[in-house]
């Protein structure tokens, strides 16, 4: 007699952001999210890899040799993959 199985698996919802990068010299520019330094652009490259976050409202913010390149607000749901341009 073959003991039932169960399998269960856990889906994570939380938004997704990642950053379209137009030239290579922004890769190594740092990113922080609600003014907490999360990494580097090169870490959250679009179709590669991205950075969970909690839902709710966010600033995002991209710094590079000094100059910012990126700053937005935005809301993050539940479910969202959202991508930013950073020139």
């Given amino acids: 007699v073959q003991m039932p ?7 994570d919802l939380r938004p997704q952001i990642s ?5 290579e010299n922004v890769f190594s520019a ?5 003014g907490l330094d ?6 959250y490259v679009a179709g ?5 976050v909690l839902p709710g409202n966010h600033r ?4 590079g040799a000094g100059v ?4 937005e607000k935005t ?3 539940d479910g969202v993959s959202r991508s930013f341009v950073v020139r």
């Fill in 19 to 23: 950053f379209n990068v137009e030239k």
């Fill in 48 to 52: 590669k890899s991205s950075l969970r």
């Fill in 60 to 63: 995002i913010q991209v710094i």
């Fill in 5 to 11: 199985t169960e399998n269960t698996k856990v889906v």
């Fill in 68 to 71: 910012l390149l990126l700053d």
């Fill in 30 to 34: 740092r990113v922080s999210v609600d």
């Fill in 38 to 43: 999360v990494g580097a652009v090169g870490d």
């Fill in 75 to 77: 809301y993050l749901g």
